[in-house]
């Protein structure tokens, strides 16, 4: 029988977190108790003054239809905050505001890359950029990111990789899975690489940007003439615990600005209103609970390193950012989805194989720390025993 789906389809991948959830879930549903160390939001409640905004938002009316890129104040508000932080000059018409932070690289991607152009990304990374530049007929050009450079990029991989196909780099700090942060000397490059191509965008993904442990967010629109080269990606979801509130945007010059604009439009008409008078909120009051969610992270990244570096056969680099770790865990002698599978069967925790981000990421786990002190170590206590009965 004749599909009804179209081939493009076949090109499009997934993000794993959701089905060992899904997988977690259903051994609960039988009795069993499970660690969740698999998805990646913070275990943190919204805070107050967010939800008591969106609460004054709807009962003010904030119930229709509004612009299409973002509601002005917000967009304001936005330019207003990268501009601070970033230290680069941000119109309001440079900022598009989505529901949630994928629909940012869906719609960069589908508005600026060609079928058989070449889109360079991290690997290990976020499974969805190679999904996405796969779904759109291009070819996906993978930059491993290896434990010995710390997880950082190769300079000579990047020098190597580019051609004359290459349309976009997208970058990832601080990245997903391995918790590395670039560092001023490789955007430079990049920055050198890019210099006298018109043609190459930087996709900047920096949804992890507030959550950094050591040293500096380095930004790579700063550089000289990078900024109308630059799509910055950013979001509320994990600085302000709101992943279930959908709420990102992307920053860019106002050409490409238009083109998200009209993919807003014929996908989702906006974004919902009164969750963006929640994100007006969170950008421009107290940002202590940012900072106490930090420091919280902080202490776990210490207890779940210190504790995986003392089971037999695996090894965790200490990550400078994010909430998650990348232990190598080759030592143990099974492959990265082989022991996901028998952690989450046998030890009752849910972990990620590092294969799910690419398969750079073979030999190696990635855990979030976004969970209680207590259940971190009941969790390291599981590993610890069903790894000893290997």
């Not at 950094?212 to 080269?229: D, L, N, T, V, Y």
């Not at 420091?295 to 090894?315: A, C, D």
Request: aromatic letters at 8%; glycine letters at 6%; proline letters at 4%.
């Amino acid at each position: 029988m004749a599909s009804i789906f179209a081939e493009r389809m076949k090109m499009l991948g997934t993000e794993n977190a959701f089905e060992v959830l899904a997988k977690a879930k259903a051994l609960e549903r039988q009795g069993r108790n499970i660690v969740h160390l698999e998805i990646g939001e913070p275990d943190f409640d919204t805070p107050k003054h967010i939800k008591d905004a969106a609460v004054k938002a709807l009962y003010s009316g904030y119930t229709h239809y509004v612009q299409a890129a973002g509601i002005q104040e917000l967009r304001e508000a936005i330019a207003e905050h990268i501009a601070e932080s970033r230290k680069i000059d941000v119109d309001p018409e440079e900022v598009v505001v989505t529901p949630g932070a994928k629909p940012i690289l869906f719609f960069a991607i589908l508005a600026c890359v060609n079928q058989g152009e070449e889109v360079l990304y991290p690997n290990p990374g976020f499974p969805i950029y190679e999904s996405l530049v796969k779904f759109v007929g291009a070819k996906p050009v993978p930059l491993p990111l290896r434990e010995e450079k710390d997880f950082c990029i190769d300079h000579d991989d990047v020098k190597e990789k580019i051609t004359k196909k290459t349309k976009m780099i997208i970058i990832n700090s601080p990245e997903n899975p391995t918790g590395s942060i670039l560092t001023k000397e490789d955007l430079k490059l990049i920055s050198d690489c890019v210099a006298n191509r018109d043609d190459i965008l930087v996709f900047s993904d920096e949804i992890y940007s507030r959550i950094i442990f050591e040293g500096e967010h380095q930004i790579i629109a700063s550089f000289p003439g990078m900024k109308e080269k630059t799509i910055i990606l950013d979001g509320f979801s994990k600085t302000y615990a709101m992943t279930g509130w959908r709420l990102g945007y992307g920053v860019m010059r106002k050409d490409i600005a238009q083109k998200i604009t009209q993919l807003m439009i014929n996908s989702n008409s906006c974004t919902c209103a009164f969750v963006q008078m929640a994100g007006i909120e969170a950008l421009k009051c107290s940002q202590s609970d940012v900072e106490k969610m930090v420091e919280e992270f902080k202490k776990r990244r210490e207890i779940i390193v210190s504790g995986l570096n003392k089971i037999k056969g695996i090894k965790c680099k200490k990550p400078r950012g994010t909430f998650y770790v990348f232990p190598n865990v080759s030592g143990t002698g099974m492959k990265s989805q082989e022991l996901s599978d028998y952690l989450l069967n046998k030890a009752g925790v849910a972990v990620l194989p590092g294969t799910s981000f690419g398969a750079y990421g073979e030999g190696y786990l990635r855990l979030s720390f976004a969970n209680s002190v207590e259940n971190i170590q009941e969790a390291l206590n599981r590993i610890s025993e069903a790894i000893e009965k290997l």
